[in-house]
């Protein structure tokens, strides 16, 4: 019980401390901005820790942090091969296949304005659509190992990326084509000088919302089959022997993995459209 | 928007087209093994023979398989009106209590949906408030939540269904929570960039009206955040859908739309697979249809569209 009353009066202290951190004049400095969410983040984890250790929380409801830590470096190298087979193999192939298909299949739909006035409602359409229910049908004709996940991983990225692409080919302003026209560009010409590089945005929007969806349809088209390793597999797997802690220590690599695909996306983001407002700010 | 109903149909059309030729070349070597059995003439003979030869070959060597190709009992690729008659079936000539019932494993997944997205958008708005109001809370909170939108947390969902089932809860609550979780951050980034909407000028004028911060929470703030909740709600009530769905599957396959997928591809059902993953569509485009209905009569009516 002291454990419980401890962890109510570090949060109450981390509370007050933040508070008083965010209120101060040195609250906009870089910092702070990271120092603040750190200490929150911290805060959570030892509240976590203090309250099943103190309520004694059995480890099948709800393993301390300090245990899922521990199993994360000892089963290193089972999480690594876990890693391998589902983001590498599985969501990272199905992420270009699926991203280069849907940008190409843009790049030729935007000629044509009918299919492009067609296409773009559908596509909005499919896109909020459950596609993950496609898993099993997938599952059944590639069979268990990555290359079906990587398929499910391109239907799952293809339809946001179509949408958003034709979005920004569609971006220029009258004003800047017909600029392109006065210079005598030919339309190959003014679609790498002028369109392409005015649809970055958006397909790096594009981009940036697939890697999650990516992530998420690699890992749960694993529940529907899969050989005997893989993020997804491991978690249903350790799910039914109650081993939660190694269900949590895939959990942290799936966010790691998330978090890192999704940062290395932005930080090209940044180097291609360093012109656009808000890249500047 | 109306101008783009003829392009619409003639891609719907397009998409159909191909996925009847695609059903020939998918299911032909099922075809011609039925066909073999029943006594025809097949060339090459022996499925062994066959496994390894080019789908769209077979076909041309066999055209009179064709017609089989869409009337198989368990396709690789079901064609579109074998699924339409599945569908027909199981949600028109059943009674909606049966377990065979669309409608009932639909309803299954609907009500935890529903659930799990009125509790998410619940919570997502009030912490939008809390961040909005707090500067700590700001910046604790919000950082977290940009983040936890990278993060693949459909992954824990069949952690929640266990670990409640071991405590006793079971039935509709752990999908909600799943679906709920889901919906859950959209909210909160969606609201909070909405009641920050208001720009200085406006907030100003409250001042000189000697507002106090309710009334301008009330009369400025949450009006003017409209638009941006029902961008997110729209995005919120998809990823609750997908929450349910796959919050059943680590259940094993009783009851919901998740659950006949399931155990459609346990028993290789591929019409039932096909039938429940249309019926989650049309659940789905239902659902958005109905928050882009409401959103349009509010802005009207607010005169903001």
């Excluded at chain 1, 969410?37 to 942090?65: D, H, M, N, S």
């Excluded at chain 1, 979005?167 to 210079?183: P, S, V």
């Excluded at chain 2, 000189?208 to 997110?232: C, D, E, H, I, V």
């Amino acid at each position: 019980m002291t454990l419980v009353i401890l962890a109510l009066f570090i949060w109450l202290a981390a509370w007050f401390l933040n508070v008083y951190l965010a209120n101060t004049s040195a609250s906009d400095s870089r910092w702070m901005k990271l120092l603040v969410p750190a200490i929150f983040g911290f805060t959570i984890l030892i509240v976590w820790e203090l309250v099943v250790r103190g309520l004694k929380v059995p480890l099948v409801i709800l393993p301390p942090p300090s245990l899922i830590a521990e199993t994360f470096l000892a089963k290193l190298p089972i999480l690594w091969k876990d890693f391998v087979q589902t983001f590498v193999k599985g969501a990272l192939s199905g992420y270009f296949i699926g991203c280069t298909a849907a940008v190409a299949l843009a790049v030729l739909v935007e000629r044509f304005d009918f299919l492009r006035r067609g296409l773009l409602p559908v596509g909005n359409f499919v896109a909020a659509l459950p596609i993950i229910g496609t898993a099993p049908i997938l599952v059944m004709w590639f069979g268990f190992d990555w290359h079906s996940k990587a398929a499910v991983v391109v239907v799952m990225v293809f339809f946001p990326m179509l949408v958003n692409t034709v979005a920004g080919l569609g971006e220029t302003t009258a004003m800047q084509r017909d600029l392109m026209k006065t210079y005598g560009a030919d339309p190959w010409q003014a679609f790498i000088k002028l369109r392409l590089p005015a649809a970055m945005p958006f397909i790096f929007n594009g981009l940036k919302i697939s890697t999650t969806l990516a992530l998420i349809g690699a890992i749960v088209a694993e529940f529907f089959g899969s050989p005997t390793l893989g993020m997804g597999f491991r978690i249903s797997a350790s799910i039914g022997q109650l081993a939660l802690d190694m269900v949590w220590a895939e959990i942290v690599v799936a966010a790691l993995a998330g978090s890192a695909f999704y940062g290395a996306v932005s930080i090209i983001e940044k180097g291609v459209t360093f012109w656009h407002p808000s890249q500047r700010g | 928007m109306r101008c783009s109903v003829f392009p619409v149909i003639a891609v719907i059309c397009g998409l159909m087209a191909m996925w009847y030729i695609a059903v020939v070349p998918m299911n032909i070597k099922m075809a011609l093994t039925d066909a073999e059995r029943s006594g025809m003439v097949v060339t090459p003979s022996g499925a062994k023979e066959r496994r390894d030869r080019s789908a769209i070959l077979l076909v041309a060597q066999n055209p009179f398989a064709i017609k089989a190709t869409f009337s198989l009992e368990r396709p690789r690729l079901p064609a579109p009106h074998q699924v339409a008659i599945e569908l027909w079936n199981s949600t028109v000539n059943k009674k909606i209590t049966s377990k065979r019932s669309l409608i009932f494993h639909g309803w299954i997944t609907l009500s935890a949906t529903l659930l799990g997205f009125a509790i998410g958008t619940g919570l997502g708005t009030l912490l939008a408030v809390g961040i909005v109001y707090s500067r700590a809370m700001d910046m604790s909170v919000m950082p977290w939540a940009i983040a936890s939108q990278t993060i693949p947390i459909l992954a824990i969902a069949p952690m929640i269904i266990v670990v409640l089932n071991s405590i006793g809860v079971q039935g509709l609550l752990p999908k909600a929570i799943i679906s709920a979780y889901l919906s859950f951050f959209p909210v909160v980034v969606g609201m909070v960039k909405g009641l920050r909407s208001p720009d200085h000028m406006q907030l100003d004028l409250l001042k000189t009206y000697s507002a106090n911060s309710s009334q301008g929470f009330w009369k400025l703030r949450l009006p003017s955040s409209m638009p941006y909740l029902f961008a997110s709600l729209k995005i919120g009530i998809a990823a609750s859908l997908v929450g349910a769905i796959v919050g059943e599957l680590p259940t094993g396959a009783v009851r919901g739309l998740g659950a006949r997928l399931l155990s459609g591809s346990y028993y290789g059902q591929t019409i039932q697979i096909w039938s429940a993953l249309l019926g989650a569509a049309f659940l789905a485009a239902a659902l958005v249809a109905i928050i882009g209905l409401a959103q349009r009569i509010t802005l009207k009516r607010m005169g903001m569209a």
